[in-house]
């Protein structure tokens, strides 16, 4: 029976059997065992040094004098590699030669490689002692076929790859083939068969030698002479160990068996196709499909990762691949070496040659159908960031030259990439200025910020960049990196992008330091354009949120002499910008806005924005310095030139001629601002107009201005306003009429430009959506018929006034147009307090007028 079950496995193992001699019985091999280990038992059993346990080889004085590192080819010039400005977001540490790739997991070791030499005499092969043959136990045919092999790494992640597993048609081979495969990579001899061996060997002369191996060989002697020994023949030493050592020769065996079962899956999955790989270098496409191929064998046989035997041998004929230069090969090669878990230089090169994918334009269609954001990703999680940290930075990089894309950015957030990215930040935060490491992570921040500001116009990104999580780790890693001007830039880029949405906006001013941070980098880098730019807009969206955030940034010591000084420089750089191009081209040509008015634009805004603040209005109206420069716009600039920045300023003087304060710097330099509000008046800019207008209105309650306006007949012009049908025009105009009917000899002028008639067409036109415009309106025709005797001094408008304020002061008729409750509830008490005590009083005055006469 015995022998018809061997007959049977013979006939379906895809290897002839050599010739044999007749099989011994369990008793015969169990004594011949003992035998052997009487005759060694006064030697002692050879252990292995550490060195000779290494994967990978020792020193390289092992290594033939003919093998050389491979040299992965990956162009490293200067313009190939990011740029540190913001459009390319990479920062990288300068080389000078091209990445040398050592297959030693270990620096400065050489890498020694195991290629055997075939015996000289082939019936050598064939023997093997008596003591050996007890030691191995032949695999049955269900072993060698089984389904699944026990995962060496229980946390491996399972992968999927885009072509179909390779089937075991490998097995169909020759038996010559299989047999001469085994003859080279076999050192080892049986006097039955021949057998498989995994130990890992190393090359010395023309000699193989076994390495890491004589340890477990006499761990395997005490296992399987534990389980063969025959009833009442223990030794003294078995009787001491007991059940412990039984169970230890049970794992002993099982481990035998799958180091047989990963030797017979190398030589019929992986062997095939590593040969193939170096035969068919000229056919890309054909080492693309066996590349997917190796992957998908290596999972099935849970040879991926670090404790694979043969991994070196492995990965020295994919770094050899590389050096072919296209990059769809070298995108199954990072997959496929990523995948082995390489670290150190290994994981360096491997980054760079996924970077170096990635940024091609041309490969964006397949990486966008593959798997290598995933393998990034794990690089990114699981290695650690102090050793790995250049490497990382190339991962980052290749990260965020994939964000860019749509597609790869919706998968990026799909996988949980924001929550890898902010806790990579969290874990950069916590090392230290003094860490040896800090320095160096600043290129790694540089790439991760630049992705997190692209992730930042992802609307589905933005929801998982939850805002008290993000904005305070931004706020350390920016005020930690203060001395770090890339860094700075791209963390407030990021910053920048999110202060524009309320919930991200609100977070960052709930951190209390800061307007600390961003004044003194404001301070420290006043020159630098693309830094202060974004941390002007930041303050800008910040103080535009409420009166808390406006006095907690004016609070923050030399805050508001912080505005003036980058004001005065960034004014003094465009004044030479504008001499530059009218010197060399005989008139401005330079674009719009330019950087340096760029800034003044969003500093302007801030300064309005703080101004709308009670106190602080009133105390930046008293700012000579502030106002000097506002005025100062309004003099070298002209609406045509910088629209935004002219009609900036004008706002602000606007807003701080509001406060009628001691020592205020606009009451001073009034008469000086009229005058330059005459050039925005005459544009034909109807911002510009209607923004001179309004500081005309707060500027008219002084009797100096009145009378500017009358000697240079500005009335005329504000009385043509009221013609626009336009609330935003005709509110400002209606304010400088009425400021200057407040002087009696100045009245008689709306009845020049027919003034009075365009007062009550706009009340009409306005009356009961605007009653703030209305009440404006009745206040001005109040002032001018004072003194009048009669009615006709509204000439013929006096009827159809009389008629309009009857109806205006029916509430019953003029409310039923608001639908909403809310605007309903406001309107009544605005027409209740404002409008209806001022027209009730000029209807009494125009009926009691009428009456007389």
Not at 640 to 665: F, G, H, K, R
Not at 699 to 724: G, M, N, P, T
């Amino acid at each position: 029976m015995q022998a018809s079950k061997t007959e049977n496995r013979r006939k379906a193992e895809p290897f002839y059997w050599l010739s044999v001699a007749k099989p011994k019985t369990s008793s015969e091999i169990v004594n011949e065992a003992r035998d052997a280990l009487q005759t060694v038992k006064t030697q002692r059993l050879f252990t292995p040094t550490d060195e000779q346990r290494k994967l990978f080889g020792s020193q390289s004085s092992q290594c033939p004098q003919n093998r050389r590192p491979v040299l992965l080819s990956l162009d490293t010039s200067s313009s190939d590699l990011p740029e540190s400005r913001p459009n390319s977001a990479v920062r990288l540490s300068p080389l000078t030669h091209k990445p040398v790739v050592i297959i030693s997991e270990k620096k400065d070791e050489a890498s020694s490689v195991f290629h055997p030499t075939p015996p000289a005499d082939a019936a050598e092969v064939r023997k093997v002692s008596s003591a050996c043959k007890g030691l191995f136990r032949t695999p049955s045919l269900k072993d060698l076929f089984s389904a699944k092999v026990v995962p060496l790494d229980q946390n491996g992640v399972k992968l999927d790859f885009e072509e179909p597993p390779m089937m075991m048609n490998s097995l169909d081979r020759s038996n010559n083939n299989c047999l001469a495969e085994q003859k080279l990579y076999t050192s080892f001899n049986d006097e039955s068969r021949q057998l498989i061996c995994n130990e890992h060997t190393s090359r010395s002369g023309s000699e193989d030698s076994m390495e890491g191996t004589p340890g477990n060989f006499s761990l395997q002697l005490q296992g399987e002479s534990d389980q063969m020994e025959e009833p009442g023949k223990k030794t003294s030493q078995l009787r001491t160990s007991g059940q412990k050592r039984r169970v230890t020769g049970l794992k002993d065996e099982t481990r035998i068996n799958e180091w047989e079962e990963e030797d017979f899956f190398w030589h019929t999955r992986i062997l095939p196709i590593l040969r193939d790989l170096e035969k068919r270098e000229d056919n890309i496409e054909h080492l693309c499909l066996a590349c997917t191929k190796l992957h998908q064998a290596l999972g099935d046989g849970n040879m991926l990762g670090k404790r694979f035997k043969r991994r070196n041998i492995l990965l020295k004929t994919l770094y050899k691949l590389v050096d072919l230069d296209s990059d769809p090969l070298s995108l199954k090669l990072a997959k496929i070496i990523l995948a082995m878990k390489v670290d150190g230089k290994n994981l360096l090169s491997v980054c760079k040659l996924a970077f170096k994918i990635c940024r091609n334009e041309k490969n964006y269609f397949i990486i966008q159908n593959d798997t290598l954001l995933d393998y990034l990703l794990q690089v990114l999680w699981n290695e650690d960031l102090q050793t790995n940290h250049e490497a990382l930075v190339y991962c980052m990089a290749a990260i965020k030259v994939m964000s860019e894309k749509e597609v790869l950015r919706f998968k990026m957030v799909s996988k949980g990439a924001i929550e890898m990215f902010l806790e990579l930040m969290k874990q950069i935060n916590n090392i230290k200025e003094h860490d040896t490491y800090f320095s160096k992570l600043g290129h790694l921040l540089v790439q991760l910020a630049a992705t997190l500001r692209i992730l930042a116009n992802c609307a589905q990104a933005r929801r998982q960049l939850s805002p008290g999580a993000a904005i305070p780790e931004l706020c350390v890693a920016l005020e930690q990196r203060s001395s770090d001007k890339d860094v700075c830039i791209w963390i407030v880029s990021v910053l920048s992008k999110l202060s524009t949405y309320n919930d991200f906006c609100a977070a960052l001013a709930d951190c209390s330091r800061c307007y600390i941070v961003f004044l003194a980098l404001l301070n420290k880098y006043q020159k630098q354009q693309d830094l202060v730019i974004r941390i002007v807009f930041i303050l800008g969206n910040l103080t535009a949120r409420n009166d808390q955030s406006r006095e907690q940034f004016f609070k923050e010591k030399e805050s508001v002499n912080t505005l003036t000084s980058l004001f005065q420089t960034y004014y003094e750089l465009d004044l030479n910008e504008m001499t530059r191009h009218h010197d060399s081209k005989g008139k401005n040509q330079q674009k719009y806005p330019s950087e340096a008015e760029d800034v003044l634009i969003k500093l302007i805004r801030v300064v309005a924005n703080l101004s709308i603040h009670p106190r602080v209005g009133a105390a930046l109206a008293a700012a000579h310095p502030v106002v000097g420069l506002l005025v100062t716009v309004l003099e070298y600039k002209s609406v045509d030139a910088c629209e935004e920045l002219v009609i900036n300023a004008a706002t602000t003087i606007n807003n701080l001629s509001y406060y009628q304060v001691e020592n205020s710097a606009v009451q001073d330099k009034k008469l000086h601002i009229a005058e330059m509000l005459l050039k925005l008046l005459m544009s034909d800019n109807m911002d510009a107009v209607v923004e001179a207008v309004r500081v005309f209105g707060n500027l008219s309650q002084h009797h100096e201005i009145r009378d500017f306006i009358v000697q240079r007949k500005i009335y005329k012009f504000v009385i043509a306003l009221l013609d626009s049908k336009n609330r935003e025009v005709c509110f400002p105009a209606c304010g400088v009429l009425l400021n200057l009917t407040v002087d009696e000899n100045k009245r008689a002028f709306l009845m020049e430009e027919g003034g009075i008639g365009k007062l009550v067409d706009c009340l009409q036109d306005f009356g009961p959506a605007d009653w703030q415009l209305s009440c404006l309106i009745c206040k001005t025709l109040w002032n001018y018929s004072e003194n009048m005797a009669s009615s006709s001094c509204f000439g013929g408008n006096t009827t159809a006034l009389l008629t309009l304020l009857t109806a205006l002061l029916d509430e019953e008729v003029e409310l039923e147009g608001s639908l909403d409750r809310d605007i309903k509830d406001c309107q009544r008490v605005y027409w209740e307090r404002e409008f209806k005590p001022v027209a009730e009083k000029l209807l009494d005055r125009i009926q009691s007028h009428r009456s007389s006469s």
